[in-house]
Each structure stands twice: as C-alpha cells, then as structure tokens.
C-alpha cells in the first residue's frame, strides 16, 4: 500500500492531498494565487499530522506541474522536490489538465479540458477516455480562445474554467463540438496523488522534477510593443 502526498497550486484554487491506498484525505488552500506560498508548508504539516503520518513514510511526493499560474506551478513544484530531496523520495510531475480530466472519466468518453491562462488566452488538451483510463492528448497549447483546436469529429465534452471566462469566444469557435459539462472546473491535489498512484513508472529522482508551463513567453520585447502600438 503506498502512500503519496500531492500538491496542486496551478490555479488560485489550491489544493493537497493524502493518498494512502484507496483513503484520500484532501485539503483546499486559501483562494488566491498570492496566498498559496504562505499556507502551503502550514497546510501540509497539519494534513500529516492528522494522518498521522511523516514525510519519512511517504512513497511518493506528487505535484501538478502545469500548466498553470507562473508562481503556483513554481511553487508546488518546489515544495515538492525540497520535500522529497530532504525525505530521500521520487517525485512524479502530473499534468495539470489532466489531473482536471480525471473526475470526468466515468461521465463522458472525450473531453475537452480548457482552463483560464489569463492575458486572454487559455490551456486546452483533448482527452480520450479508453478503458477507465485517459490517453495522453496529442498536444497542450496556450492560445487565444479564438484560436482554440478544433475536434476533427464527434462531440465532446468540456471541462475547465476557460468555458466561463470566454463562453462566448469558445461557443463561437467550437460551435456543437463541444458541449459545456462543467465551467468551474479546476485540477485538485486528489486527482493529482491518483494519476501519481496508477502510473508509478512517472516516479523520478526529485532533482528531475519540473514545471511544464506550456506558455514559455510571458512579456514581448520593446520592439515588439512597440511594433503593436504598444509603449516603450
């Protein structure tokens, strides 16, 4: 029986979790991106200590590598890998979209996964469910709402909060391909330590892990404000 502690900081609705066989004890952090970095060390000693439970016991030390927030991706990633050098434990970087996905499973077939990027653009993947399980999308992509991939056939489903933020650029862009299942979706520290948990061939030595932030560019040049009449 394995027992995994998971962080999930992607989004301003945090979250750990305590995965110990088939028991899930989860905790959300404080709403607020800012506010996670101050509750999130707090926060995991106490679910620990409730559990009763160290980090000496753990197996595994998994967390919600992006794509998401800057800070908060950061953030759990580095928590995460100082826990698991000082504890001596693998850590497994999970996909924040698809830690999104996984509540969905026994719901729908294909989903579309689309969370708020923030500067007017969003994260999105296309899952498929086969046999209880979600397959790897072809790819992740920060765009535009109105520059969304469009599914080749079929109806999916669509998850994540990009479907409140821009409803009516998705609802324009994806037509009847995508039906909303849940707007308010967000990725949780649960699905986090159950992805880690089935998959323990995504275990790595702490001092691989990583974020995978997917928007690798955050702030244009003077040049290229400038050239969008945009200020110096």
């Known amino acids: 029986m394995s027992m995994i502690l998971s962080i999930e900081t992607s989004c301003e609705h945090g979250s750990i979790a305590l995965l110990r066989g088939d028991e ?3 905790r959300l952090l404080p709403v607020g991106g800012n506010t996670h970095s101050g509750a999130l060390l707090p926060a995991i000693r106490q679910l620990l200590a409730e ?11 998994a967390f919600g590598r992006g794509p998401g927030a800057f800070t ?7 928590v995460a890998q100082g826990l698991a050098l000082g504890g001596d434990l693998p ?15 026994q719901r729908a077939e294909r989903l579309y996964c689309a969370m708020d990027a923030r500067m007017s653009e969003i994260y999105a993947a296309m899952y498929v469910v086969a046999s209880g399980a979600l397959q790897a999308p072809d790819e992740v992509v920060c765009v ?4 969304a991939p469009v599914p080749d056939d079929g109806i999916w489903s669509g998850v994540g909060t990009a479907f409140s933020a821009y409803a009516p650029q998705l609802a324009e862009r ?5 039906e909303v299942l849940d707007a308010l979706a967000v990725p949780c520290a649960g699905s986090v330590a159950r992805l880690a948990a089935a998959a323990p061939a995504l275990w790595r030595d ?8 997917v928007r690798n560019r955050v702030a244009l040049t003077t040049a ?3 050239a969008q009449g945009g200020k110096a």
Do not use: H, M, N
């Open 144 to 147: 535009p709402p109105d520059a």
């Open 206 to 213: 702490a001092a691989l892990a990583a974020p995978d932030y």
């Open 24 to 26: 899930l004890l989860s």
């Open 51 to 61: 559990a009763d439970a160290s980090v000496s016991a753990l197996d595994a030390i």
């Open 91 to 105: 850590v497994a970087a999970i996909s924040s979209l698809e830690a999104l996905a996984l509540p969905f499973v």
């Open 72 to 78: 908060g991706v950061r953030l759990a990633c580095g």
């Open 224 to 226: 290229e404000r400038l």
């Open 174 to 178: 994806l037509g009847g391909r995508v």
